[in-house]
């Protein structure tokens, strides 16, 4: 029975924050877990040596952190050290599988995938078949701790509990919020047009379908238009060629990104947006743009506590949720998004979101125009699905059917 948990740390940011967020459940559950610091390597290995133990230790990781040949961790002559030590891998996928087909292809020993969203779990069943699925882990939402009211002066009354709400509205001083870098399209032209005429005309077929059938996965598209032009392929050729084609799926989530807050700025509705790239984005009313530098996890969860609105547009999750909507809840805002199967499952209309159509984008407006005017009916669809987060969507769930699987080994 597995009573040691090796998570990595010090690679990418946000990753290393859902990490230490199921770490802290683990170590509450009594196992022992050792934080696997990328950056201080050196002095790590020495110690993770020591840590693991066969049959007593597994590894859990994301997007194959750890498992991409890292210095010490791999060595060409005796593979991973998790294989030497016989140590079982749990694997969770934050992107589209089209993204590590080398890792897919060639699984380690005692590899497991999980996956964030439905329909990639299908992908992996469908085109990997030496990958072992483990099962369906949707992302989850964290919640910045709320502070401790500071000490009120002597001479001054307590403030009543309504005082104290309409305070707390009061701090809510961004209409609406996007966390999120942007690209612009044209920056994937070098893509696109990186080999002659026909492929980009192949290319842009696939972008126009992708963006008009919405409700289609990546996959489902690029393999009509490959059967249009070919007649056949193989699923493994076709495993091959999406994965070549990874420049479009960040094409048409850019594409989509910047439609959306697009479509806010020109109806004169005020956005602000945490990430690179947006000075680049073109609308009527510019000035209505705030833009933050890109930044850390904590501060992300920091500006959701301060807006009413925090805007989400899905990435390739046709049948998985975002961490942007269940974060946005448990900090107070309410989370305006495109949707999905699994999120109109387990988030109803007006359970902490409102839903907007992708394909119908000039009626956003109206949706966030009209919750910005009725704070009343914010706070109540923002309590309702707090309450369901809470129960069902925070790490803390996640960390308990990870344990499950881990201890059904």
Same mark, same amino acid.
């Given at each position: 029975?597995?009573?040691?948990?090796?998570?990595?740390?010090?690679?990418?940011?946000?990753?290393?924050?859902?990490?230490?967020?199921?770490?802290?459940?683990?170590?509450?559950?009594?196992?022992?877990?050792?934080?696997?610091?990328?950056?201080?390597?050196?002095?790590?290995?020495?110690?993770?040596?020591?840590?693991?133990?066969?049959?007593?230790?597994?590894?859990?990781?994301?997007?194959?952190?750890?498992?991409?040949?890292?210095?010490?961790?791999?060595?060409?002559?005796?593979?991973?050290?998790?294989?030497?030590?016989?140590?079982?891998?749990?694997?969770?996928?934050?992107?589209?599988?089209?993204?590590?087909?080398?890792?897919?292809?060639?699984?380690?020993?005692?590899?497991?995938?999980?996956?964030?969203?439905?329909?990639?779990?299908?992908?992996?069943?469908?085109?990997?078949?030496?990958?072992?699925?483990?099962?369906?882990?949707?992302?989850?939402?964290?919640?910045?701790?709320?502070?401790? *009211? #500071? /000490? $009120? @002066? =002597? +001479? !001054? *009354? #307590? /403030? $009543? @509990? =309504? +005082? !104290?709400? #309409?305070? $707390?509205? =009061?701090?809510?001083?961004?209409?609406?919020?996007?966390?999120?870098?942007?690209?612009?399209?044209?920056?994937?032209?070098?893509?696109?047009?990186?080999?002659?005429?026909?492929?980009?005309?192949?290319?842009?077929?696939?972008?126009?379908?992708?963006?008009?059938?919405?409700?289609?996965?990546?996959?489902?598209?690029?393999?009509?238009?490959?059967?249009?032009?070919?007649?056949?392929?193989?699923?493994?050729?076709?495993?091959?060629?999406?994965?070549?084609?990874?420049?479009?799926?960040?094409?048409?989530?850019?594409?989509?990104?910047?439609?959306?807050?697009?479509?806010?700025?020109?109806?004169?509705?005020?956005?602000?947006?945490?990430?690179?790239?947006?000075?680049?984005?073109?609308?009527?009313?510019?000035?209505?743009?705030?833009?933050?530098?890109?930044?850390?996890?904590?501060?992300?969860?920091?500006?959701?506590?301060?807006?009413?609105?925090?805007?989400?547009?899905?990435?390739?999750?046709?049948?998985?949720?975002?961490?942007?909507?269940?974060?946005?809840?448990?900090?107070?805002?309410?989370?305006?998004?495109?949707?999905?199967?699994?999120?109109?499952?387990?988030?109803?209309?007006?359970?902490?979101?409102?839903?907007?159509?992708?394909?119908?984008?000039?009626?956003?407006?109206?949706?966030?125009?009209?919750?910005?005017?009725?704070?009343?009916?914010?706070?109540?669809?923002?309590?309702?699905?707090?309450?369901?987060?809470?129960?069902?969507?925070?790490?803390?769930?996640?960390?308990?059917?990870?344990?499950?699987?881990?201890?059904?080994?």
């Amino acid at each position: 029975m597995p009573s040691r948990i090796v998570l990595m740390t010090g690679g990418v940011e946000t990753l290393t924050y859902f990490s230490k967020e199921l770490g802290n459940v683990f170590e509450e559950k009594g196992y022992k877990v050792f934080y696997y610091d990328l950056k201080e390597s050196e002095t790590c290995f020495s110690r993770l040596k020591r840590f693991l133990k066969p049959k007593e230790t597994v590894l859990i990781t994301f997007n194959h952190i750890g498992l991409s040949q890292e210095d010490l961790l791999y060595r060409p002559q005796q593979g991973y050290i998790w294989e030497q030590f016989q140590i079982p891998v749990y694997n969770i996928l934050v992107d589209h599988p089209l993204y590590y087909h080398n890792h897919l292809s060639h699984p380690i020993k005692n590899y497991h995938y999980i996956g964030i969203d439905k329909k990639h779990i299908q992908y992996v069943e469908n085109y990997y078949l030496d990958v072992k699925v483990c099962g369906f882990l949707p992302l989850a939402g964290m919640r910045m701790p709320e502070k401790r *009211p #500071e /000490k $009120q @002066p =002597e +001479e !001054q *009354p #307590e /403030k $009543q @509990p =309504e +005082e !104290q709400k #309409e305070e $707390q509205k =009061e701090k809510r001083e961004i209409p609406v919020l996007f966390t999120g870098n942007y690209q612009a399209p044209e920056k994937f032209n070098t893509y696109i047009e990186r080999i002659d005429e026909e492929y980009t005309q192949f290319y842009h077929k696939i972008i126009d379908r992708a963006l008009a059938e919405s409700e289609k996965t990546l996959e489902e598209v690029a393999k009509e238009c490959c059967l249009d032009e070919m007649g056949t392929i193989s699923d493994k050729d076709f495993a091959e060629v999406l994965t070549h084609m990874n420049f479009i799926d960040l094409y048409v989530r850019n594409v989509r990104r910047g439609n959306v807050v697009r479509t806010l700025l020109d109806a004169e509705v005020s956005v602000e947006a945490v990430g690179d790239g947006w000075e680049k984005l073109e609308s009527k009313h510019p000035e209505l743009l705030k833009i933050h530098p890109q930044t850390d996890t904590r501060t992300c969860l920091e500006l959701m506590q301060q807006a009413k609105i925090s805007l989400n547009v899905m990435p390739e999750f046709k049948d998985g949720a975002h961490d942007r909507i269940f974060s946005s809840i448990l900090n107070g805002a309410v989370s305006v998004s495109d949707d999905s199967r699994y999120l109109r499952e387990c988030l109803p209309e007006g359970v902490g979101i409102c839903y907007y159509d992708r394909n119908h984008l000039a009626e956003l407006p109206e949706i966030v125009k009209h919750l910005l005017a009725v704070p009343k009916e914010r706070e109540e669809i923002v309590l309702k699905g707090k309450a369901e987060v809470e129960k069902k969507h925070t790490w803390r769930q996640r960390a308990e059917q990870l344990i499950e699987w881990i201890e059904a080994v």
